[in-house]
């Protein structure tokens, strides 16, 4: 990242190539399992990195600091659906119903599995879902998680 920000191109070509995929995996994740969500916001964030290169931090590892980019501009995106959902639900658009139809004698098919693991990550609050994703989607480690969170590693004992 240091190359990209003295305009080393081919720099920025590796790190695309190295970081695109992970980052949009964990946008895609983060950000209800929405494919074009994710992959426009993984474009954002490499138009971030070209228009603004000076703002990367040499002292922070580069995986933790792309990942906090990435985390805050999750959390500006909830900020927004949560203004839509809000709109919409005066409105009366979005009433849902509660689904009970888990099949019991299923519960190894992987696709039960991950449709439930889905609505376990809903009910949680947003930032222990933000921390399950990141430590269990993205093996990032607790003190990876806590600076992209800017918060202590002690926030994660409770």
């Not at 190295?18 to 969500?37: A, C, G, H, T």
């Not at 954002?44 to 995986?63: A, E, G, T």
């Amino acid at each position: 990242m240091i190359e990209v920000v003295k305009g080393d191109e081919h720099a920025f070509s590796l790190i695309y190539d190295r970081w695109s995929k992970p980052i949009v995996n964990y946008f895609f994740k983060m950000l209800w399992q929405d494919s074009e969500k994710a992959q426009d916001m993984m474009q954002d964030l490499f138009v971030k990195i070209i228009n603004k290169p000076h703002q990367y931090d040499p002292k922070r590892s580069f995986k933790t600091w792309i990942y906090t980019v990435a985390y805050n501009m999750c959390k500006n995106e909830y900020r927004k659906h949560e203004t839509r959902k809000v709109m919409s639900n005066n409105l009366n658009e979005n009433i849902g119903v509660k689904d009970n139809s888990y099949n019991y004698d299923m519960k190894t098919d992987t696709g039960i599995f991950n449709q439930r693991l889905k609505k376990e990550l809903q009910l949680m609050s947003d930032n222990h879902r933000k921390v399950f994703i990141m430590r269990i989607k993205h093996d990032l480690s607790i003190k990876e998680i806590a600076s992209i969170m800017d918060t202590s590693e002690g926030f994660f004992m409770l």
